[in-house]
């Protein structure tokens, strides 16, 4: 499976601007620049996106160990926020609530920890992993 987005930027860091467009349309000509991304500016920017990224594969990952054990899910939240220090990106931070049927806290931690290590975003990354995970 191969999946692909498309960025096109005009003009200088600063001043500049951009859009992103995904293959499957769900983003399409969706803008971004030096101040969505640094400061308080209209459109994404790429860490938002990683963001998404990993909280979304994460997400998914966990609950196909959680339904592979026989728990039922209610539901699962994950936040992501993404530490970018100095131009590089020291941390991936998840915070998970999920109301899961009959499993135990235990268990839901080791499937945490599972899903973390696991999930191809996680795979990708090269920083540190943080989640802090709450049974509801």
């Not at 200088?12 to 308080?40: D, I, P, V």
């Not at 209610?74 to 109301?99: F, M, P, Q, R, Y």
Request: glycine residues 8%; contains cysteine.
């Amino acid at each position: 499976m191969k999946r692909y987005a498309t960025a096109v930027w005009k003009g200088t860091l600063k001043e500049g601007a951009g859009h992103l467009s995904t293959q499957s349309g769900t983003l399409e000509n969706t803008q971004y620049s030096f101040k969505s991304r640094f400061e308080e500016g209209v459109g994404t920017n790429p860490e938002e996106l990683v963001a998404a990224a990993h909280s979304g594969c994460f997400t998914m990952q966990l609950s196909a160990y959680i339904t592979g054990d026989g728990f039922e899910i209610e539901s699962i939240e994950t936040k992501c926020v993404i530490d970018l220090l100095d131009g590089k990106i020291i941390s991936s931070n998840l915070a998970v609530h999920a109301k899961i049927k009959g499993i135990s806290n235990e268990a839901f931690q080791e499937l945490v920890t599972k899903a973390e290590e696991n999930c191809p975003i996680s795979k990708l990354f090269d920083t540190e992993i943080n989640t802090v995970a709450t049974l509801i």
